[in-house]
């Protein structure tokens, strides 16, 4: 395991949050939160058919310091999950709607989180991205002033950490949508012990091409620096005059970043997808994400293909997000 995930762990286990999992019964859910409840890092909520699950635990020979199994149907508090749900989708859910939807495991699992009955919640390994943080957007809601997600990926090679976001939500950006990607992504970084200068990239730097393209980055670097003034933020910049000191003294020799940033700002998610990609396999670096921005509260997404480790990483992750 990573010095990063080393680090996490014992921040995490001095905090002990409760974590909620709604797919219960999935082999590598259990397989990892069994380990991180033997390790006492985190407390897990397993959501399922309370027997089914047992029976699952027990086939696998897994055994659990500290789990709680809850099952929506016969959940004793669903009726205040019900008036909750129906008061924060204001009118967009009847009673009778709410019971329907809050059997759905993600969405009585997101109801836990913001009811405050768990710290964060990891999904994703049976359900796609839309099911997972769908929930979320409707019940958890973004921070104040941020309007949309943005799905981040921490780069680890050996001492290096760098954050690369957005990778994984939003297709086109606009200006406002850069900007405040800025500003959660530094949030973000400080969490995994990187100290945020951010370089919001282009095609262009400082002017060197003209285009729509690069005035939204334009745009998007005086907006976050406005949203965030206590945060390093510069741009536009080509990646090279972002992270080479010796090509920032010719191309943009004025900027505070002088060519170290640690935090990188993608004008769009196919820029951002490739570049995590390449950095991945190209340069030796492990990927760690996406990690979602800008909810209240942490709510994670696994991919289906995951295995127990890629779980327990992702734990140890949203737990530090709930710090």
Known sequence: MSDLFLELKEKVQTAYPTIVYPEGLDERILQATSRLSKEKILKPILIGNVEDVQAKIKELGLEFADVEIYDPATYPDFERLVAVFVEQRKGKATEEEARKILLDENYFGTM?????KAHGLVSGAAHTTAETVRPALQIIK????IKKTSGAFIMVRGEERYLFSDCAINIAPDSQDLAENAVVSAETARIFGIEPRVAMLSFST???AKSPETEKVIEATRLAKEMAPDVLIDG??????????????KKAPDSPLKGNATVFIFPSLEAGNIGYKMVQRLGGFEAIGPILQGLNKPVNDLSRGCNAEDVYKLSLITAAQAL
């Open 112 to 116: 836990l989180v913001y009811l405050g």
């Open 142 to 145: 973004t921070k104040p002033g």
């Open 206 to 208: 400082k002017g060197s």
């Open 236 to 249: 536009e910049f080509q990646f090279d005059a972002a992270f080479v000191p010796e090509v920032a003294k």
